[in-house]
Structures are given as structure tokens and as C-alpha cells.
């Protein structure tokens, strides 16, 4: 009898071990898991956040170190943009090369960008084309962003050749020492 009983313990054990484990499966399932899951799913969407602010701080800071990099390469150009070229200046420098020259201002100051655009009409009365092409190098050498407008109008006339052509001068309407102290 005593072996009935020992075999009746042993299928009770068992039945236990069993109920047991299947119980914490179901409870590990039902409760454990989804929590598990959504931990997992935080986690991971934490960890792409914070490599994707990782990244976009690597690449600001890139873009900042290469914005230092330009402005310290090109000071000189962007101190030009400081102060604008007035008319004055552009007719004392003209007059050393032409025998009679003006300078226009043509309208007000138009904004482009971050900079204001003026635009000068240079005409004047040269001997030779050698000439005209001298005071174009002349302007190129202003403290000054410019540009030309092209066409230049050239014509003889009584022996001189009477030119016209447009010049924009860029400056800025802030201190641009502060974009490069920054």
C-alpha cells in the first residue's frame, strides 16, 4: 500500500510541477510579455533617437566648424560687405583712367538675399580699348563686392570711344564682424 501512495504522491507532485509551470507561462504571457514587448519597443525607439540626435549634432557641429573654417579663409570678403562703395569713390578712382567719366546711381538699393544690391551706370570717353579694359581691372580692385552688368556699350566717336556699362555693389545692412566673431 505504502508503494500506492508513494506513486500517488509522485502523480500528485508531478500534476503540481506541471499546473505550476504552465501557470507562470500564463502569467509570464499574459502580464510579463506585453510589458516586455513595450519596453523593447521604447527602448529601441530611444535608441534611434538618440543616434539621430547624435547624428544631427555631429552634423551641425561639421557645418559650424566649416562655416568658421570659410569665414576665416574669406574675412576679406565678408569685410566688404560692410561698408557699401558710395559713388564718390568709384568716380575719384574712374577719373584717373578717363579722360571725362560719370557715375549714376540707377534707383535704390534692392535687396537680395541677406544683401542689399545698388546698381551704378559708368559712362565715360576713352582713346583706346586698352584703356576701357584698365578701368575695368581698376574696379575689380575696389574693397567692395561688385559685379558687372553686361553688355557694355561701346562707340566711336570723334576719335574716342564712348562706353557705358552697369556696376552692382553688394554690402550688408548688419555688421558682418558679428557673423565672424560668432
Not at 45 to 53: S, T
Not at 126 to 155: G, Y
Amino acid at each position: 500500500m505504502k508503494a500506492f501512495f508513494a506513486q500517488i504522491d509522485w502523480v500528485r507532485n508531478t500534476f503540481f510541477f506541471v499546473f505550476y509551470f504552465f501557470l507562470v507561462m500564463v502569467i509570464f504571457i499574459a502580464i510579463i510579455k506585453p510589458q516586455l514587448d513595450v519596453f523593447k519597443k521604447t527602448n529601441a525607439n530611444y535608441r534611434k533617437e538618440v543616434f539621430a540626435l547624435n547624428q544631427i549634432q555631429s552634423q551641425h557641429d561639421s557645418q559650424k566648424q566649416e562655416l568658421l573654417d570659410y569665414q576665416k579663409q574669406n574675412i576679406e570678403i565678408l569685410r566688404a560687405f560692410e561698408t557699401p562703395t558710395t559713388l564718390q569713390e568709384i568716380e575719384e578712382k574712374l577719373k584717373i583712367i578717363f579722360d571725362t567719366s560719370g557715375v549714376v546711381q540707377d534707383g535704390e538699393p534692392i535687396k537680395e538675399g541677406e544683401y542689399f544690391k545698388q546698381r551704378y551706370v559708368v559712362s565715360g570717353k576713352v582713346k583706346t580699348i586698352e584703356t576701357l579694359k584698365n578701368a575695368l581691372n581698376l574696379t575689380q580692385n575696389f574693397n567692395a563686392i561688385m559685379r558687372f552688368n553686361f553688355p557694355i556699350h561701346i562707340e566711336k566717336e570723334n576719335g574716342m570711344l564712348v562706353f557705358s556699362f552697369r556696376l552692382d555693389v553688394y554690402y550688408s545692412s548688419k555688421d558682418s564682424s558679428i557673423l565672424i566673431n560668432n
